[in-house]
């Protein structure tokens, strides 16, 4: 099985593990190994108080691209740290994408940047995560 054909296959198994992202409404668009690009429309259920996305429910959308990306090289891997930059407010009806994207590697360590942007393709928030991976495999 060639490297992509292998991403695929490890995302077709993942997807339906990860209820919360179901709840949320997420949908993968894309993947192949190290890169991930998800969606989620903002609903009114999502708002905070200022009537605005909730910046946790974002934040959740760029960690999700960011463990698919993480786990798509057939090693599994969690989160060993994170961080996120918020530029600008979702809104109600927003399409939201988050573009998780490799930019190292060393040892069992490996570094995600994701970009999250609206339909109008505005940058809502920069998001970068830190993965390790743990035993185990996802395909033997």
Not at 55 to 79: M, P, W
């Amino acid at each position: 099985m060639n490297k992509q054909a292998l991403a695929e296959e490890i995302l077709r198994r993942f997807a339906p593990l990860d209820h919360a992202s179901r709840l949320l409404g997420m949908h993968l668009l894309e993947g192949r190994a190290g890169h991930v690009r998800m969606s989620m429309r903002v609903t009114e259920a999502m708002l905070n108080a200022q009537q605005i996305c909730h910046g946790g429910l974002i934040f959740t959308l760029a960690d999700t691209s960011f463990g698919y990306a993480s786990n798509s090289h057939n090693q599994r891997a969690v989160a060993a740290s994170c961080s996120i930059e918020f530029l600008a407010p979702a809104q109600v009806g927003d399409e939201l994408t988050a573009e998780a994207s490799e930019v190292a590697h060393s040892g069992r360590t490996r570094i995600y940047d994701v970009r999250v942007t609206n339909q109008r393709e505005e940058v809502i928030a920069v998001f970068r995560g830190k993965s390790t991976t743990v035993k185990g495999t996802w395909i033997e």
